[in-house]
């Protein structure tokens, strides 16, 4: 039986990798092959998708299970799979498989969680446990403490993201101080990230370097041997060439100077800073819309673009709004007066019927 403790002493980190989910005995068997070859450690596939609406595909459920250990055994590595209920977790063990994950929306239900950990009373398997959808640390810490007291001995985190109603730069905001705070809690329990689930894209390279910043313990990453046709998460997938390409990039520091904790909350603000630098440009582009429309009017009621003093109270109302909210006068001014300055220029190209020129459109 894997002793993850012992893997993610030789192999730090430690890097799982594989496709969403399985889709073919072939494929799989070839992917694991290449990702072994990359240098990775641990070949993950999903048997059974969680997917949101029930025309999605939801895997091939206990033959994939087949194909995942076949994989395995031909690229000589341990492989892991989600599983879900007490069935899914019986039909994995029948099938060899080596590891078991927690998926987030599993992960949020302690009767579950409970079920689960039922079934795995005396059996010595390894269990990755993902955070929960929701951003909640008692849950996920609770959950793991659930197989701990069943007697779950090889026990791991995944941080793969929580789930916000605001559309942001993330699938799932990473929230990187609840992950360090369950590491806090528990700290001999190793933390892998989940770069993929975090992004939802493939640009996974600057979340993975922070969570090799952060000291995590691995790396799980979707990888798949057509990302384009994939059935499942097909916008977030790597193809080998990528994965490997990756790999290459990461830097791997010894240790880290600054203490985690505080190197989490930094990202965290960083990463708040992002998301509302995205609104900024978002509420401009929208005002600047309004501003051609504007042009348009104008253009056709015959009225002068420039008007003084609609300008002045533009002025005067925002720099008394600023100075409530702790701007400056001169700052509120000087930005107001760009705006100002590009409305106008939107205007104009309303009114003269032309595109306004951007480098883009140079
Ligand atoms: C997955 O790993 O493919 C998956 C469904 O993950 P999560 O539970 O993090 O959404
Ligand atoms: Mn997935």
């Known amino acids: 039986m894997i002793n993850i403790y012992q893997l993610l002493k030789e192999k730090k980190p430690l890097l799982i990798a594989g496709p969403c989910s399985a889709e073919g005995d072939e494929e799989l068997v070839n992917i694991a092959i290449q990702l072994k070859m990359a240098g990775a450690h641990v070949l993950r596939a999903g048997a059974w998708k969680p997917r949101s609406r029930p025309e999605n595909f939801g895997g091939f459920g206990a033959k994939a299970l087949q194909w995942i250990t076949m994989a395995g055994q031909k690229a000589e590595m341990p492989v892991m799979t989600e599983v879900a209920c007490a069935e899914h977790t019986e039909e994995a063990l029948k099938a060899g498989i080596d590891i078991l994950w927690i998926g987030a929306r599993t992960t949020v239900n302690p009767f579950l969680i409970q079920q689960i950990a039922d079934s795995l009373r005396g059996v010595n398997i390894p269990v990755f446990v993902k955070n929960p959808v ?3 640390v008692s849950l996920w810490q609770g959950a793991i403490e659930r197989f701990a007291n069943a007697g ?14 605001e559309s942001n730069a993330y699938r799932n905001k990473p929230y990187w101080e609840l992950a360090i705070e369950l590491r806090n809690r528990m700290p001999d329990l190793p933390m892998i990230c989940d770069p993929s689930h975090i992004c939802g894209n493939t640009d996974i390279k600057k979340i993975s370097q922070t969570a090799l910043d952060l000291q995590y313990d691995g790396l799980m990453i979707e990888v798949h041997h057509n990302p384009a046709k994939a059935l499942s998460d097909a916008q977030q997938q790597l193809t080998v060439h990528q994965y490997m390409q990756l790999l290459e990039e990461l830097i791997v520091r010894q240790a880290t100077p600054q203490d985690p904790v505080e190197l989490s909350k930094l990202q965290d603000f960083r990463d708040r800073i992002d ?3 995205d609104e900024i440009i978002n509420v401009l582009s929208k005002r600047m819309e309004i501003a051609r429309f504007i042009g348009t009017y104008k253009s056709e ?5 420039l008007q003084p003093e609609r ?6 109302t925002r720099s008394a709004k600023g100075l409530e909210n702790q701007l400056t006068r001169d700052f509120i001014l000087n930005l107001f007066a760009l705006i100002h300055k590009e409305s106008i220029l939107q205007q104009e190209s309303r009114m003269n019927k032309q595109e306004v020129k951007t480098s883009k459109s140079k």
């Open 134 to 136: 929701n951003p909640d």
């Open 152 to 165: 779950i001995k090889n026990l791991a985190a995944i941080h793969r993201g929580f789930s916000s109603y």
């Open 275 to 277: 998301e509302l630098d």
């Open 301 to 305: 009621n015959n009225i002068a673009i």
């Open 311 to 316: 300008f002045r109270e533009i002025l005067s």
